[in-house]
């Protein structure tokens, strides 16, 4: 299913993909989309710990450890990558993840009203977040960048306003929801998987979300064959703000405590996953599967770096080669396909 | 006497495409010297090269008898040739006088830039325009007569030998022109060569004394004004090798489609207006920059109508997007394909399958099934040369490419069809492939407003033309009784002067 996803970008529901320059050979074949090029290297990853460290790294333990870890990142790689393949993208998410968790938890710790609402308040607040940004860059026309470096800083400021030093704990109704076990595997990875799987499908299938691809490719000729680029691109941080927000409820219930430090540079690696996973500044190229693989990519690295003792200070390097790395490659590969 | 400039036998090619064919121009000191052609005739490559923008392929150009080699922009400036250039070469957020001055400021200790000297020089240099603007005010503030005006200002700074001016009146109103002509001829008199690039066959009679015609990137003829009429001057400019015989349709036009009367917006269309039947092709005919992309633009919804009505389909019609236009029937081949048209990175499917993605669905899942077929009856119906629906768009050829925009287009099945430079860029099999399309299109009972910037295209497609110039619907005439001579006395009215071409024959 995955290989399917990933091929419909360019030769959608299993008709044959035109042939570029250089996709024949073997390297070529390899190379020939971000999603595979990662997938091999996350399994080369896998495969080499597990025969260096059986005893520490190919567990149940650790690998469900590594999983949730990956979950906070994975759900929001589907909204940023939804918004870069658009051509836009959102700084604001680690500060509306806090302001979500403060939200919620103040809500049902301290005001006492019922887990379930709380959870909902949360994902609206998200949600009506990225209400905001999206109005500020499409209404107001102010760039996305600049736009949400300006309500990373507010949303923090308004999280810690709200919040002071936090809601600790916040109940065990709501605790509930965040370290529900299913299979071995705490309820962040589900909730992932379930968001990971919709917006792939939605991402590869719909016609909706479909429209993104054109408004990143060319926003002047989408706006001109009839789609309301405002309109969806306001959809987009819409999404983005849900997802974050859900996030944040979800990270406030597995540690039963919102923090409002919480997600501090979340963004950045977020958008690094998103370009490993083959989105471009542009916009108009990217797939969720890729994006998901980037986030495993990345949680796979800090995991090594512990088990094998080279030290976490290591991970930061590791991952900024392998972006360079990837992103020449791509260029590379234009170059000589023209 | 000395020729202040002479260009003998220079060619220039773009990808192949012959711009300009030997062509030879002389100018005397004190000659306001008119160039004079349609649309892609070669005036402003000429002007380029002279100024050192472009390099000549062949030939030679001489400044006061001595040849120049290898010239650049910056080399031509020093040699004292000075252009003002038809688009903006001003950066918007500096003040007048460092745009004047740019590159170059008056310097003082330490090469600090002598902010007092630079605001007297240019207070003078805007003083000799007859204009009194603070030399420290952003260009930004500006409105657009101004900043032409600092252009030239910018121009004159270098003290040229050689003056051209790339259609300097385009955004001035009638007072600013007569001022400018004072000043074009005040610099003449001190000595200095004036090329005067124009359309406009009354400000060459005002003010040239000679007047050069070019057509097709062929040097044409050299006049003296005084022993020319327009009429004359028209016959010079037209004659192109007519390829495609007009084909008149089967049967007369059905009820109207889209009535638009009296439409304005910005600066570009001024009360504007058309009315296209079913089962015809009206072309919009007049020179670039006569508003005739941008009134198209306001009945598509791509661009905010100020003021004016439509009635589509027998009701009023307001389109606040080009969804609204789609929705209700309308499609617009856009010019640029490239720019505005196409998604070249996607493939063909994709291309074809934008505006219609409802069509193509099932429920909210987009049917790539129904898509790839949609794309398939296009390929053969219109002849797309591919070797999969699914290649790249970006890597097609330019008839194949502009094909593919009108399938895009085709598919939504619309009931008007505005298709703004059918066959920009493409070769003459795609060419005549395209114009059957259209014709085909018309007997199905399509109305069609067809724009282009080439009059034997306009004479062998249109069933009525309706001619703008100046952001407005100048006149209309009968595609059976039009020729170029017709299209272009009506394209080249000052519609500010008033000095039309009947007038001064």
């Not at chain 2, 110039?469 to 008033?498: F, H, K, P, W």
Request: aromatic letters at 6%; one cysteine or more; a neutral charge.
């Amino acid at each position: 299913m995955m290989r399917d996803l990933t091929m419909r970008q360019t030769a959608p529901a299993g008709f044959p993909s035109t042939g570029k320059s250089g996709e024949s050979s073997l390297a070529g074949r390899i190379l020939a989309s971000r999603p595979q090029t990662l997938l091999i290297l996350n399994v080369i990853l896998i495969a080499a710990m597990a025969i260096a460290y059986p005893a520490n790294f190919a567990t149940q333990a650790n690998f469900s450890a590594v999983l949730l870890n990956a979950a906070q990142s994975g759900i929001l790689v589907v909204g940023m990558m939804i918004l870069m393949i658009g051509g836009a993208f959102d700084l604001s998410i680690g500060s509306t993840l806090a302001l979500s968790g403060v939200v919620a938890g103040a809500l049902v710790g301290w005001l006492g009203y019922p887990a379930e609402l709380g959870i909902l308040a949360g994902i609206a607040t998200g949600a009506a977040a990225g209400l905001v940004n999206g109005l500020i860059v499409t209404r107001l026309g102010i760039n996305p960048l600049i736009a949400t470096l300006a309500t990373l800083s507010i949303y923090r400021s308004l999280t810690q306003l709200i919040g002071a030093s936090g809601v600790t704990p916040i109940s065990n109704a709501f605790k509930f929801y965040g370290q529900v076990k299913f299979l071995g595997l705490q309820s962040p990875f589900w909730v992932m998987l379930v968001i990971v799987v919709l917006g792939a499908w939605a991402v590869a299938r719909t016609k909706v979300f479909r429209q993104y691809y054109f408004i990143g490719g060319n926003a002047r000729a989408a706006q001109l064959s009839g789609i309301n680029v405002p309109r969806l691109t306001l959809m987009a941080f819409v999404l983005m703000g849900a997802l974050a927000g859900l996030a944040g409820v979800l990270a406030a219930a597995r540690l039963n405590s919102a923090v409002v430090s919480a997600g501090i540079g979340v963004e950045l690696s977020v958008i690094t996953a998103t370009v490993l996973g083959g989105a471009s500044l542009k916009g108009g190229e990217g797939t969720i599967i890729g994006g998901v693989l980037g986030v495993l990519f990345i949680a796979l690295v800090q995991n090594a770096m512990i088990i094998n003792g080279i030290g976490v200070f290591w991970q930061g390097m590791i991952i900024g080669l392998v972006l360079l790395l990837a992103v020449s490659l791509n260029r590379f590969k234009q170059r000589s396909a023209r | 006497m000395v020729l202040r400039l002479e260009v003998r036998n220079v060619s220039k090619s773009f990808l192949g495409v012959r711009a300009l064919d030997k062509v030879s121009l002389s100018v005397a000191p004190g000659e306001i010297h008119a160039l004079l052609g349609e649309n892609g005739a070669g005036k402003s490559t000429l002007s380029k090269i002279v100024a050192g923008v472009y390099d000549a392929d062949e030939g030679e150009i001489l400044l006061d008898g001595k040849p120049l080699h290898g010239l650049t922009e910056a080399s031509a400036a020093r040699a004292g040739i000075g252009i003002v250039h038809q688009e903006g070469s001003l950066i918007d957020h500096l003040s007048v006088s460092e745009n004047i001055y740019s590159g170059r400021p008056p310097t003082s200790f330490l090469g600090q830039i002598d902010r007092r000297k630079l605001r007297s020089w240019s207070a003078e240099l805007l003083a000799q325009l007859g204009l009194h603007i603070d030399p420290d005010s952003r260009v930004a503030d500006l409105p657009s007569a101004l900043r032409q005006v600092v252009e030239i200002a910018k121009a004159l700074s270098h003290r040229p030998k050689l003056l051209i001016l790339d259609e300097p009146t385009a955004a001035l109103t009638l007072t600013e022109t007569d001022e400018l002509f004072g000043v074009v001829r005040n610099l003449a008199s001190q000595g200095v060569a004036v090329i005067y690039v124009s359309h406009r066959l009354g400000e060459i009679f005002e003010l040239c004394h000679r007047v050069t015609i070019l057509r097709d990137g062929h040097y044409v003829d050299t006049v003296k004004v005084s022993e020319t009429n327009t009429e004359a001057l028209i016959r010079l400019m037209v004659g192109r090798d007519l390829e495609f015989a007009r084909e008149p349709a089967s049967a007369p036009p059905g009820e109207a489609l889209i009535e638009a009367h009296a439409i304005s917006s910005g600066p570009d269309v001024h009360e504007a207006s058309i009315t296209v039947r079913r089962g015809e092709i009206v072309c919009l005919a007049g020179l670039v920059g006569s508003g005739r992309t941008e009134f198209c633009e306001v009945l598509f919804g791509a661009r905010r109508r100020e003021s004016g009505e439509v009635m589509f389909k027998g009701r009023s019609f307001r389109p606040r997007q080009p969804r609204d236009a789609m929705r209700a029937g309308i499609g617009m081949v856009c010019e640029d394909r490239k720019e505005t048209g196409l998604f070249l990175e996607r493939n063909l499917v994709e291309n074809t399958a934008v505006t219609v993605l409802d069509a193509v669905s099932t429920g909210l899942v987009v049917s790539w099934a129904k898509a790839g077929a949609l794309a398939e009856t296009f390929r053969e119906s219109l002849g797309i040369v591919t070797p999969s629906v699914y290649q790249k768009v970006g890597l097609l050829s330019g008839g194949n490419q502009q094909k593919v925009l009108l399938a895009k287009w085709l598919a939504t099945k619309p009931a008007l069809l505005i298709v703004d430079e059918p066959t920009r860029g493409v070769d003459v099999g795609a060419r005549s492939e395209i114009y059957r399309i259209l014709r085909e299109l018309r007997s199905e009972g399509v109305g069609l407003l067809v724009v282009s910037s080439d009059l034997p295209e306009v004479l062998a497609l249109a069933d009525r033309i309706v001619v703008m110039a100046d952001g407005r619907t100048v006149g209309e005439l009968s595609g059976a009784e039009a020729d170029e001579v017709s299209i272009l006395r009506l394209a080249t009215v000052n519609t500010q002067t008033g000095l039309e071409t009947m007038e001064t024959a």
